[in-house]
């Protein structure tokens, strides 16, 4: 029985698949890339061309005009925005289309269009929307439209300034937490950002408190991020003294306040491989990538902030079977699971994410 074998169907065993999966690849060469998040399953990972954040993975399929194929081995905003910024004659393909964000449901182009409406032409005038990387491709074509922006969690801080040299005010969708901690990372108080809760009328706010905010923070939340708690970071500071914490923004701003940095995936890569070996971290992101910075840094001690292993659901559901089946699909000409953005969402989609990229 293979140290793997649940991911393999009775009759093949795990081994035989990752044998398959090399085999395509190879016999592909550089028609394909395989991009992988820093969230995937290393049996995935580990046959990533590329890795890296939300930011750094869009970098890379927008800068590989060469390859024809693209299979992106993270979610679906991910792949729709590969899709958008390469060229016509290139495919991008998600090896399971299940592998959403519960994140980005949480807003839908319907209750944007229903916010820009309330807002009017007074505040929407002088109002910038920004949607974070993990929103659909109708909404950052919104945001193409409207003078806005897309932001990852590696340059939120970058596009803020963006934005408030055009305009008074920003819209952040979907993400509540990272629009916030940017705007405190930027000097904005909890007392100019409201909430906008797309689920009540005029999202829950008067006139007068949208007027006087400089940040509309959507209310949407990653739920991997939120399981993290402030007492995590307490108790990691008492069993291990010289501890270094770093939380990724989506955490909530108290885990955030009480932690030493906090930064996107390739930045909390980044900061462990610079520290000094033996030094203690204690991360709070995505179990995955937690264990893997633990397996290739063995001078360092790198441990989960949360005691509870946190796994993220749809990123999991990419596996080696649907990865092989479509490597090999593309051997004998067959694309599966394309993702295609139309043209008259992609254009000014693609506006949005152009701006986001000269923004790093
Ligand atoms: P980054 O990899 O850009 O830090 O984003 C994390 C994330 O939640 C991706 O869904
Ligand atoms: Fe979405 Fe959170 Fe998973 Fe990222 S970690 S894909 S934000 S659910």
Known sequence: ??????????????????????????????????????????????????????????????????????????????????DILTADDQSVLLPDLKAGCSMADMADIDQVLDCWEVLGPRL?????PITYMNSSAAIK????????????????RSV????????DRILFIPDEHLGRNTGHTMGISDDEMVVWDPHSPVGGLTGDELERSRVILWKGFCSVHMTFQPEHCDRMRERFPDV????????????????????????????????????????????????RLNELLPDHEVMPLSPFACNCATMWRIDPINLMDVLEGLVVGKVINRIIVPKEVADPALIALERMLANA
């Open 1 to 82: 029985m293979s140290a793997l074998g649940e991911y393999a169907p009775v009759s093949l065993p795990t081994e035989e698949i990752l044998d398959r999966i090399a085999a395509a690849k190879k016999k592909l060469g550089q028609s394909t890339i395989i991009l992988g998040h820093h969230y995937q399953r290393d049996e995935v990972f580990r046959f990533a061309d590329f890795s890296g954040d939300s930011f750094k993975l869009a970098r890379d399929a927008a800068d590989r005009r060469d390859a024809r194929y693209i299979v992106f081995c993270g979610v679906h905003f991910m792949a729709e925005s590969a």
């Open 124 to 128: 929407s005038q002088s109002t910038i």
């Open 141 to 156: 074509a919104f945001c193409g439209e409207h003078g806005g922006i897309v932001c990852t969690s590696s340059n939120a």
């Open 160 to 167: 803020y300034r963006w934005a408030f040299e055009r305009g």
């Open 244 to 291: 270094k914490i770093v939380a990724h923004p989506e955490c909530t701003a108290e885990v955030v306040a009480n932690s030493d940095y906090s930064g996107s995936t390739e930045q909390i890569i980044r900061l462990v491989n610079e520290s000094p070996p033996g030094t203690p971290w204690a991360i709070g992101t995505e179990h995955h990538l937690v264990a």
